[in-house]
């Protein structure tokens, strides 16, 4: 017989490790037959404490089943670190001149290789085919038809296939003829993603673009759990159960980080 799952997914963390404790906390108090967390990426970077965030969600795997989602800023810390180790100064010099403004220097100093593995472990996607829904970060690229069940397979695809699930890291708008278009970049007539979704893989829960100053975070087949934690906002998750309304959880951030 097939184990009950009750899942607990969250949204952007960004180093706010107090207030993920105490989400996480409330969460379980809601609900205290939740045994499945799936964070939605961008654990680190903004906050406080990146490393802490890490080193807490590797910890919740003693007591619950625990799966990342990788997010555009915990990739760029993974390619970072995998340069920097691997004496690649080309890339290196690369990375840190595009990304000046942010410091992984110090996260890359102190993170064990158990921690750097969990992290490097997380997926484009993860779907739920029991109950229809789908886990990313940033979106799902109009484009896209076909996910492979076994998300780890993208991993194995050449950059050319992978580019689409790549995409999945830092999707938000998308162009009149349905081109990914980069942040910043979005023009008068690019639309926001999760407007035009069909649902196609399911309801997708994701992170990425912080809501906190939007009217509303839920679209027709999609539900946005950045609630721009870091920007003062709060952390979001929501508890996914068979049979029950899906119940949101969110934690007002002790203050502003970022």
């Not at 409330?26 to 903004?46: E, P, Q, T, Y």
């Not at 087949?221 to 906002?233: E, I």
């Amino acid at each position: 017989m097939k184990t009950a799952t009750t899942t607990l997914a969250i949204g952007d963390v960004h180093g706010c490790v107090d207030e993920l404790d105490m989400l996480v906390s409330k969460a379980i108090d809601i609900n205290h037959r939740i045994n499945n967390i799936v964070f939605l990426g961008d654990l680190i970077d903004r906050g406080p404490d990146s490393l802490g965030v890490i080193q807490y969600a590797m910890d919740l795997k003693e007591s619950f089943s625990v799966k990342l989602i990788r997010g555009n800023h915990d990739d760029r810390f993974i390619r970072f670190h995998k340069h920097r180790t691997e004496g690649n100064e080309e890339a290196l010099s690369s990375m840190t001149t595009r990304y000046s403004w942010y410091d992984w220097k110090p996260i890359s100093d102190e993170i064990d290789s158990d921690l750097y593995d969990f992290m490097a472990s997380g997926l484009y996607y993860l779907r739920d085919m029991d109950r229809g829904v789908i886990f990313v970060h940033g979106g799902i690229p109009p484009r896209l038809n076909i996910l492979p069940m076994d998300p780890t397979e993208v991993f194995a695809l050449s950059n050319r296939k992978r580019k689409q699930y790549n995409q999945m890291m830092y999707l938000r708008f998308v162009s009149e003829d349905l081109e990914f278009v980069k942040c910043y970049e979005e023009g008068a007539n690019d639309r926001f993603w999760a407007l035009d979704y069909d649902g196609r893989f399911g309801h997708a829960y994701f992170g990425h673009t912080p809501h906190q100053f939007i009217e509303h975070n839920m679209y027709p087949h999609a539900t946005c759990l950045d609630h721009g934690g870091v920007f003062g906002g709060s952390l979001a998750g929501v508890i996914i159960e068979d049979g029950r309304t899906d119940v949101t959880v969110t934690q007002k951030a002790m203050r502003k980080y970022a």
